[in-house]
């Protein structure tokens, strides 16, 4: 148990839709990232949000935004859904201070199908 | 294009064997960490090696770091069925406050059978 948790499980969108997916970070860290997984592969960095702030993004799309509140949730949103954002997402959350970067621990992730 | 790249894809062996997993990259990390991920569930941190040449042991898991911190392998002694799974290595570079993002290989996935 990382004390990380994400919601819902499961979630099957049509093309075209909008999702927002949740994910409750453990106490006290200020750091959430997010990451796609897609079948068979390794996580993809999406971005990151430090303070609630973004703090870095990988290589995807506008229409997939987020926000982190102070009470430790973050949020992934995606508009136009497309068949390739089937995936697990998963949320990591850690703490960034003093300039160092302690472990991320993930959450079990949220499997999206996309039809 | 995953900037690690892990091999091999796919093993499948007979409890008791050993096995190497390798991860591979053109690019220095300031660290490198190996993840073991079950069905349903997300990453779980199994080792951190910082220093280049680091060697870090893990009962029967031992985890190696390259001397240009570029490359990483896994070896597991005597393989048991609970060892199954997707293992993922994954590199961070920078960290602190200009973001500790991780950069997975594409993962290996085991089977070990009875």
């Known amino acids: 148990e990382t004390g990380v948790t994400q919601s819902p499980t499961h979630l099957i969108k049509t093309r075209g839709q909008q999702v927002t997916l949740r994910c409750s970070s453990q106490?006290?860290?200020?750091?959430v990232s997010w990451y796609q997984q897609a079948l068979g592969q390794g996580p993809q960095f999406i971005f990151q949000?430090?303070?609630?702030?973004?703090?870095g993004r990988g290589n995807f799309p506008p229409r997939f935004s987020g926000l982190q509140v102070p009470n430790y949730s973050s949020e992934l949103n995606v508009n136009a859904l497309e068949l390739d954002d089937s995936a697990l997402y998963l949320c990591?959350?850690?703490?960034?201070?003093?300039?160092?970067?302690?472990?991320?621990?993930f959450g079990p992730g949220t499997r999206l199908t996309v039809l | 294009t995953q900037l690690l790249e892990q091999s091999p894809q796919f093993l499948s062996i007979q409890e008791g064997e050993n096995l190497t997993v390798y991860c591979n990259s053109s690019?220095?990390?300031?660290?490198l960490q190996w993840y073991r991920q079950e069905p349903g569930e997300g990453p779980v941190l199994l080792v951190t090696?910082?220093?280049?040449?680091e060697v870090k042991k893990l009962k029967r898991l031992t985890f190696q770091f390259g001397d240009a911190r570029k490359d990483s392998s896994l070896h597991i002694t005597a393989a048991q069925p609970g060892d199954t799974g997707l293992y993922l290595c994954?590199?961070?570079?920078?960290?602190?406050?200009?973001?500790?993002?991780?950069?997975f290989g594409g993962g290996t996935r085991l089977m070990v059978k009875p």
């Open positions: 990591a959350s850690s703490i960034i201070s003093g300039g160092a970067t302690d472990t991320q621990y």
């Open positions: 106490s006290g860290h200020n750091t």
């Open positions: 949000y430090y303070r609630e702030e973004e703090n």
């Open positions: 690019s220095v990390f300031s660290s």
């Open positions: 090696v910082v220093t280049g040449g």
């Open positions: 994954a590199g961070e570079r920078g960290g602190g406050n200009a973001g500790n993002m991780l950069t």
